[in-house]
């Protein structure tokens, strides 16, 4: 049976107004006036309780002020664009870390004033630096700073597919190479940032692109009954928790990732693989038959995971899901997909968004209940919950204009 | 109203039989025949689902072993002497890393035939290898093995309190020197460790076994009502959420080896401050009110903490408690510590122990039902559980001898 037309209009009304209330939510609480960027650890009511900056969470507040602001009427107004300006200049400021020895080498952590607390030898603060770089260019037609995202770019592919010593992660003998999903998806997540409306830039970038799909296609396995969140550089299965880990909110985030990439090349076995795979696969191992909602993290072969938080219900694979799943519907008009979107919807909705303070809890037991009642911590800012309701609100806006026509 | 001396006989039965089955279950399924040293992975029915042998649990295996068969009759039995001696093996063979540019430098993790797969820049390795070597030095004879010990003791104490640049952590501009409480109570443990029944070495390593009781003791923050797990090396609070943290299990762990720092100095200030503070503000910040049990993690200040698990129920506090409340309580004979022993005892021996498959299961939700299943994993090991079980039953046997005479 159809959804109705006046359903899909409830749930565009949710997304807008959640949306607002989450932007207003970060504007409000999370601005640091005195040394800029901005707090990210904001309790449940709005109080900063940490003032430490983490790096990945400025990149991405940045980038996410820009795209509201570039893509959405509403949004573009000038304090919106003063948040994100005052951001970036923190990061091009206090993110890089000279002492490292590496010019692109970024800090996870900084103090509230900039100077770094840790260092990850990993890629992903960098990750989150070109994202904002690249997308407040976009606003602001800054030359310079768009150059410096695509530097840093061809520092990462660098790190990732010819040398990772610059990241200053010793080879150990017993820990060969190994293809972890997040690096490619990340990868892909970037050529699409820095290719969109730039035919020369997604030129130079289209090998990347592909090799990123490669890469992350290598984690279909078992007959493609699985999707692991490790293999080996070759596309093997690797031995152990590593090589049986699974997580369904990452799998359905690549999900989306390779969909969008698909219908951009009008790759059609491409566009099935992302919805049977990515989409279907995670939600029939992931989701939570007896409480509802996706588990965090779990063994193929049905081990207990290590991880302690394994059968937390997180907020960010619910966001990623409910993207998957409209994408998927919004491109195939397949009953099913909307009824997978329902069911995250409902879950989401009636567990995650605190209709009290605003914003969303990020953390949950398994049973439903709030574990975790901040509304920013070390991992969670303004990314995920808006990058979802602003997603899901534009896919509505397109299904229901076409319904219309 | 005193407990009776039958109830006291009843705990000393149970100590006693579960220690025989721990011991049973990690004799039948740990010892790798092949490779050498220790699986620790161990599923909840006995059965290895992963090969990876962290380091820390190795040397704790194997000083477990020993300290069995040194000091208890029923122990004395060559498969636990093979096993310990297999065990210690793996580790002089395999534990170092010589690619870390430092001879002393222990790797975290190994694969089963010994390749180094991480390298934490931490003590903590090598902590649990001097703890391995003196004790088996101590069963063999080997005095190559015992200098080995505490050449490697030296390393450490000049890694803690002279130059850190040995464990290859770079120094950041936003991460000054914290005093983590675990440094000062490895320090005091290895102190104890290498001095028993060793005068001059006793002699040797007084002093750091001084200066670690004062690093531990300016843990004691807010008037004496908090005990913090990180604080400034000048003993100050810490801003934000590291320096809010509280670890209930951990505190009374330093508890007892206060308790019995002091007791073998007679020294009754330190002990009156390892029972006031150390024990008994823990509980009143940590114990559950609502489900009981031991909570993981606290924030003094009330907030959520950051860690996903602070909620969580898991066993090593709980086996410190019971160490740290049984030891007051014989050396002090008041009552109300052994109160705070059996309700620890009633919440720990019905939620944790195994009765279907031995061994205890070691991570369990708020509410107190068993979340990860395994008996061993990457940090849960034959240490925690059989240490307290084997404190404990001395403990009683020198109650019920007292009582007796």
Redesign the interface.
Known sequence: SAMSEDTLEQYRQRFRSELDRVVDFWLKYSLDKQHGGYFT?I??DGKV????KYVWLQGRQVWMYCRLYRTMERFRRPEILEAAKAGGAFLQRFAR?P??GNPGKC?F???RD??????QRTIFSECFYIMAMDELARVTGDQDMQSDAEKMMDQLVHWVRVDPSGLGR?Q????PPVNSMAVPMMLLCLVNQLSEGRPATAQKYSEVGDWSVQQILQHVQRDGTAILENVSPEGKEL???QGRLQNPGHALEAGWFLLQYAQERSDNQLQRTAVDKFMEVPFLSGWDKEHGGLFYFLDVDG????Q?????KLWWPHCEALIAYLMAYTHSKEPALLGRFSQVYDYTFSHFSDLEHGEWFG?L??EGSV????KG??FKGFFHVPRCLYMCERLLDSLLEKRQD
């Open positions: 650890c309790g449940k309780y940490d003032e430490l870390v002492s490292s800090a952590c900084l103090t900039g100077r770094a607390v840790k260092v010793p150990m003998p017993g820990d031995p152990g928790c081990h207990c995971p290590t302690l938080e394994w059968n937390m953390y037991s398994q574990v975790l009642d901040f911590g070390p």
